[in-house]
Structure formats: C-alpha cells, structure tokens
C-alpha cells in the first residue's frame, strides 16, 4: 500500500494536535484543581458531583437554619428563665409579706406598687423582640404587638396561636417560636374565675376593670354562666338619671333584682360573688360583659393583686386572705406553665446541637468523597503534563522531518 504525502502531512498533522489537546485538558486540571474539566470528561462522575454539591448545599442550609433555630429558641429560654427566677419570684415574694396579718395598710399599699411595677415589666419581657425585630411570643405574627394594653388596665393578647419552623433537614423542622397565649394566658387557674369586656359596639366612654372574687363559694354556685351589664336610658328611672341592669347571659334574666339601679362612675359592682367598676360615661345601650373562665393569665393575676391592694383596707381580712391565697396558686400555675415551655425549648436546643453534629459529620463525609471524585491529583497530573509536553514536541520534530522527506530535495 502506497502511503501518499498529503497522507504523511495529515497523519502528523492530526497526531500533533491530539497531543496538543490532551497537553491543554490536563493544563486545565491543574490550573482548576478539577478532575473533570467538562462533563463529557466523564459523564457518571460529572453527574455525582453535581449530587454531592447539591447535598452538601442543602448541609450548608440547613446547618445555618439550625443555628438561627438555636439562637432564637436561646433568646426565649432565657428570657423565660429569668421571668421565673426575678419577676415571678418576686411576685411571689410580695404576696407572702401582703398576707401578713399584722402588715400594715400602707405596707400593703406599697407592695401593691411594687407588684404594679412587676407588671409593667412582665408585659416587656411578653412583648420581647428577637435580633430580626420580631416579636419572639406572637405566633406567626412576628410584626404585631403581641400584649396589648386595655382600657380597663389588663392585657389582651393580640398575636395568633401559630408557631414557627425552620427545616433542619429534609423532613426535619423545629419549632422556634412559642406564642404568648399559650403561655402567659392559657393557665389553669386555682379557682374557677373570668375575665370581662367592653362591647365593641359601645358608643360611651365607659370601661369595666378587671375585677375581683371576692366570694368563692357564691361564685362556683352559679359558674359557669355569664353576666351582661347593659345601660339603660335615663328614664328608666325616677329621678331620671344613668342606670344599668344585670342579665344572666343564659337565659336573660335579671340577676339578685340588679334592674335600673342608678350609676355613678367607678362605684364598684358586687354581683354573685364577683367586685367590679365600671368608669366613665357609658351611653344607653353599652354593654359589658363578665366571662366565665377555667384559665387566668399572669397579667391579670397580678393585677387583680394590684388592685385589690389597693383598695383593701384593715377591715377586708378575709378577702385579703382569699386573694392572697388565690394569688399564690395561680402564680404557681403560671410558673409551671412557663417552666413547661423551658422544658420543651430545652429538648428542641439539645435536638437541634445534634442534629448541627450529625450535618457536620455528614459533610466531611460528603466532602471527601467529592475531593475524591471531583479534586486532581496534583503529583499525576504534573508528571503527566511532563509526559504529554515531551511528546508533543517529540511530534513536531518528527512532522519538521518527515514533511522535508520529497524526491523534489534531491534534485
């Protein structure tokens, strides 16, 4: 077989640039550290580092996820903690002295101060924000006010029940959140108790404070039915004047003969066993409501605290010895509510610190595989290099040659 010369140029010509682009493929390799350049390098190995970049990401997520997790739920775990250990304590401390039968009253008027105080910082620490300037105890409404001061001087809770996750794998999430009402509201109380309320639809000025039980047994009698006060017009009456009738909620009956009775703002009402004021000016038609509940917040324990000594005198020794009986428990309750919460908070932390290990654990795991998948063998690839250089000048040398081999230089 005759070999042609545009056969001997092609064959040198091809040759010298195979050995040109496997010269520049392993330049490449060790220029980016990369085993395969390309993924027709390798087609498999190029599709399981895609895989192994992408686990190692979602580590990297969900690694800083937990981290966010750990902060948050260490910021509400202390600052539950010290609400029990200072505020709550304190309140508690309070309330013994109060109970002292030789206190006297201007004794007690100073601890009912205090306490108020104690209040006021309790509803700071309900309403804390976290670094991200959310509010930590309003559920999924992190930018709402979650306690919410009314005008009968107790707290309404203005968030929702939600609790937010974040995903610390990839069907993983923790609860990072707990909202206020579960809590600081939803506390079993000691005794049955309620809570009262304007109508939203009243047109008048007048507001019903939180009120006191002042007779237990009387009030467990007719729990756990409701009160309605409504405001009738002024000539119901003779004198004509301001008054108001109290109505089971149940049935609508009058309640103790309580019909057209004349109002004077801040007269205080004493209905089955229960003490309330109504102030300011409300019109005919307002209506005020007082609910029957199981459960009673920290806000309104101390403030039932704070106002009824506030306005006990050395005369009221059984209610003071009832309210500072009822106040004890249902601080109690309020801490074991609280310390419950610590308790899961704690679990979710210690949840959390392992799983944090076992993403580390996993990616180092991930990364050498990658390295040894995706990363070049510096050593290999620079003799190889070496090699390829040598060969490709070998073949340019041997083209120079061979392109000069023509019966036309012998002539």
Same mark, same amino acid.
């Given at each position: 077989?005759?070999?042609?010369?545009?056969?001997?140029?092609?064959?040198?010509?091809?040759?010298?640039?195979?050995?040109?682009?496997?010269?520049?493929?392993?330049?490449?390799?060790?220029?980016?550290?990369?085993?395969?350049?390309?993924?027709?390098?390798?087609?498999?190995?190029?599709?399981?580092?895609?895989?192994?970049?992408?686990?190692?990401?979602?580590?990297?997520?969900?690694?800083?996820?937990?981290?966010?997790?750990?902060?948050?739920?260490?910021?509400?775990?202390?600052?539950?903690?010290?609400?029990?250990?200072?505020?709550?304590?304190?309140?508690?401390?309070?309330?013994?002295?109060?109970?002292?039968?030789?206190?006297?009253?201007?004794?007690?008027?100073?601890?009912?101060?205090?306490?108020?105080?104690?209040?006021?910082?309790?509803?700071?620490?309900?309403?804390?924000?976290?670094?991200?300037?959310?509010?930590?105890?309003?559920?999924?409404?992190?930018?709402?006010?979650?306690?919410?001061?009314?005008?009968?001087?107790?707290?309404?809770?203005?968030?929702?029940?939600?609790?937010?996750?974040?995903?610390?794998?990839? !069907?993983?999430?923790?609860?990072?959140?707990?909202?206020?009402?579960?809590?600081?509201?939803?506390?079993?109380?000691?005794?049955?108790?309620?809570?009262?309320?304007?109508?939203?639809?009243?047109?008048?000025?007048?507001?019903?404070?939180?009120?006191?039980?002042?007779?237990?047994?009387?009030?467990?009698?007719?729990?756990?039915?409701?009160?309605?006060?409504?405001?009738?017009?002024?000539?119901?009456?003779?004198?004509?004047?301001?008054?108001?009738?109290?109505?089971?909620?149940?049935?609508?009956?009058?309640?103790?003969?309580?019909?057209?009775?004349?109002?004077?703002?801040?007269?205080?009402?004493?209905?089955?066993?229960?003490?309330?004021?109504?102030?300011?000016?409300?019109?005919?038609?307002?209506?005020?409501?007082?609910?029957?509940?199981?459960?009673?917040?920290?806000?309104?324990?101390?403030?039932?605290?704070?106002?009824?000594?506030?306005?006990?005198?050395?005369?009221?020794?059984?209610?003071?010895?009832?309210?500072?009986?009822?106040?004890?428990?249902?601080?109690?309750?309020?801490?074991?509510?609280?310390?419950?919460?610590?308790?899961?908070?704690?679990?979710?932390?210690?949840?959390?610190?392992?799983?944090?290990?076992?993403?580390?654990?996993?990616?180092?795991?991930?990364?050498?595989?990658? !390295?040894?998948?995706?990363?070049?063998?510096?050593?290999?690839?620079?003799?190889?290099?070496?090699?390829?250089?040598?060969?490709?000048?070998?073949?340019?040398?041997?083209?120079?040659?061979?392109?000069?081999?023509?019966?036309?230089?012998?002539?």
């Amino acid at each position: 077989m005759r070999i042609s010369s545009l056969q001997q140029f092609n064959l040198g010509l091809y040759g010298m640039l195979d050995n040109q682009t496997s010269l520049q493929h392993t330049y490449q390799q060790i220029t980016t550290g990369r085993k395969i350049v390309t993924p027709a390098d390798d087609p498999v190995a190029a599709t399981k580092i895609l895989q192994l970049e992408q686990e190692m990401g979602l580590g990297e997520l969900f690694d800083k996820n937990a981290d966010a997790a750990l902060n948050r739920l260490g910021l509400e775990h202390d600052t539950l903690k010290s609400l029990i250990d200072n505020q709550i304590a304190r309140a508690r401390e309070l309330t013994v002295q109060a109970g002292n039968g030789s206190y006297p009253e201007g004794g007690r008027q100073a601890i009912a101060t205090e306490v108020r105080q104690i209040l006021e910082a309790v509803v700071d620490i309900m309403n804390t924000r976290d670094a991200s300037n959310e509010y930590i105890f309003s559920g999924d409404k992190g930018t709402t006010l979650p306690f919410v001061r009314q005008p009968n001087g107790d707290y309404r809770y203005e968030g929702d029940e939600g609790q937010r996750h974040l995903f610390i794998g990839k !069907s993983t999430s923790v609860a990072t959140h707990d909202n206020g009402k579960r809590i600081f509201m939803d506390v079993k109380s000691a005794e049955n108790s309620f809570y009262t309320d304007n109508n939203v639809t009243n047109a008048g000025t007048g507001n019903i404070s939180t009120g006191l039980v002042i007779d237990q047994e009387k009030y467990d009698e007719f729990y756990p039915d409701d009160l309605i006060v409504t405001f009738n017009p002024e000539a119901a009456i003779d004198p004509p004047g301001p008054n108001y009738t109290v109505r089971r909620k149940s049935d609508d009956r009058v309640v103790e003969g309580i019909a057209f009775r004349g109002f004077s703002p801040g007269q205080r009402l004493e209905v089955k066993g229960l003490s309330f004021q109504i102030s300011g000016a409300p019109e005919p038609g307002d209506q005020f409501f007082v609910e029957s509940s199981d459960k009673q917040g920290l806000t309104t324990t101390l403030k039932r605290f704070v106002d009824g000594f506030s306005t006990f005198t050395d005369n009221d020794g059984e209610q003071i010895e009832a309210l500072v009986h009822d106040t004890l428990l249902n601080l109690d309750a309020a801490r074991d509510s609280i310390s419950e919460v610590v308790s899961e908070i704690g679990a979710r932390m210690n949840t959390l610190e392992s799983t944090k290990r076992l993403i580390q654990d996993v990616s180092i795991v991930n990364q050498e595989t990658l !390295s040894k998948v995706r990363d070049v063998d510096f050593t290999e690839a620079i003799s190889r290099l070496q090699m390829e250089s040598f060969l490709l000048d070998a073949a340019q040398q041997s083209y120079a040659r061979i392109s000069n081999l023509s019966l036309f230089n012998r002539l």
